[in-house]
């Protein structure tokens, strides 16, 4: 087989945590099996983590985003009024305008890229290499966990008043869990993905 070594290269877990809680226990998480000692893969087989791993760096540049307007609204900047109407009126106020509407925005994204994952992705790598079963199964837990979380600051930002604490609690959990989850995801199926699409 012609090809090279697998060039997409997952992100690294980071040591920093912004939360003292936890969404789940890391420790507990399956790993795939190893891939075949010395297999090389195409430019083809390639492109399936390099795709995962550029839709992930999306996501955590839109958390980015919604972390630095959520400080907004923290620091005054944004009021609590002006959040909880934005997201009442979404379609009226551009994304990167408004904590509220950002949160919507980016949780769409996140909904969207797990509901493909769960129903078009997982269920082929499922049938693909039954062994990686475990894996699967933990990303859709994560998957419930981190709804979860969205549904939270959803909540949180139509309360009244507006618990900025409780947002940035919120957030920030979903910061470490979302970060967590996409590089545990990234070094579990980058291989794999390799493989399915060869």
Known sequence: ?????????????????????????????????PP????????????????????????????????????????????????????HALALWPAETQLAGSCRAFCRIVLLHHHREDTDLFPRLRAFEPPLGPVVARLEQEHEALHGLVERIDRTLVAEPLDVPALRATVDLLTDALLSHLSYEEHELVEPLARLWG
């Open 36 to 87: 075949e000692a010395g297999r090389r893969y195409t430019p083809r087989e390639q492109a399936g983590g390099r795709r995962l791993i550029e839709v992930h760096n999306y996501l955590r540049t839109e958390l980015a985003r919604l972390r630095t307007l959520m400080s907004d609204v923290s620091a005054g900047a944004i009021g609590p009024a002006a959040a909880r109407a934005a997201l």
């Open 1 to 33: 087989m012609t090809g090279g070594e697998l060039t997409a290269v997952p992100t690294p877990v980071s040591d920093v945590r912004l939360s003292p809680d936890r969404l789940w226990d890391e420790r507990t998480r399956p790993q795939a099996p």
